[in-house]
T-cell receptor, first 116, second 114 residues
Framework: DTEVTQTPKHLVMGMTNKKSLKCEQH?????MYWYKQKAKKPPELMFV???????INESVPSRFSPECPNSSLLNLHLHALQPEDSALYLC???????????????FGPGTRLTVL | AQKVTQAQTEISVVEKEDVTLDCVYE???????LFWYKQPPSGELVFLIR??????QNEISGRYSWNFQKSTSSFNFTITASQVVDSAVYFC???????????FGTGTSLTVIP
């Protein structure tokens, strides 16, 4: 099983809503990632968890709050988002992150988020 | 400065033609890793290859081949006998040995015309 799953596939939310994006992998990977991707742009790294600890936070606004309940699950909690936060949110996992050096990452299909 | 440059924004080829996607990177680290990913219209990024800085051997996988040249800081990707299913955005990426960031290039959108 080499799949990374993400739910929901699509999400529309208002600026006052609270919602969560979920990601799951069953490859035994110990590093998990959140990326944000705007149309026609490359993915931008947001957060990286290694062995369930937050290892990298790329100065992401606090309205995005990551959580890693266990090594297979990764959540992204959303609160008070802005319309400019509308994007494709991609989750990825890799075998591990050693001294912050990245291995090949395996991506989920993404959640397409629209903030009204 | 851009760490990974993919100068070709869009390329169109006719099916069965060969096509090369260029990638130029910049790093001061002696240890680093280069990657290629494919993103089809469905949106999911697909890992294609990882190459470390100490291995300059070219790689071939079916119709795909990669040419890594440290002298020119390039890691180019060639698709031989292109097919319509190769239509996608292709990203080159860099991970430095000093760690932390994962740098994607801006991507090359490839369209293969039947």
């Amino acid at each position: 099983d080499t799949e990374v799953t993400q739910t929901p596939k699509h999400l529309v939310m208002g600026m006052t809503n609270k919602k969560s994006l979920k990601c799951e992998q069953h490859m035994g990977h110990r590093a998990m990632y959140w990326y944000k991707q705007k149309a026609k742009k490359p993915p931008e790294l947001m957060f990286v968890y290694s062995y369930e600890k937050l290892s990298i936070n790329e100065s992401v606004p606090s309205r995005f709050s990551p959580e890693c309940p266990n090594s297979s699950l990764l959540n992204l909690h959303l609160h008070a988002l802005q319309p400019e936060d509308s994007a494709l949110y991609l989750c990825a996992s890799s075998q591990e992150l050693i001294r912050l050096v990245h291995n090949e990452q395996f991506f989920g299909p993404g959640t397409r988020l629209t903030v009204l | 400065a851009q760490k990974v440059t993919q100068a070709q924004t869009e390329i169109s080829v006719v099916e069965k033609e060969d096509v090369t996607l260029d990638c130029v990177y910049e790093t001061r680290d002696t240890t680093y890793y280069l990657f290629w990913y494919k993103q089809p219209p469905s949106g999911e990024l697909v890992f294609l290859i990882r190459r470390n800085s100490f291995d300059e051997q070219n790689e071939i996988s079916g119709r795909y081949s990669w040419n890594f040249q440290k002298s020119t800081s390039s890691f180019n990707f060639t698709i031989t006998a292109s097919q319509v299913v190769d239509s996608a955005v292709y990203f080159c990426a860099l991970s430095e040995g000093s760690g932390n960031q994962f740098y994607f290039g801006t991507g090359t959108s490839l369209t293969v015309i039947p």
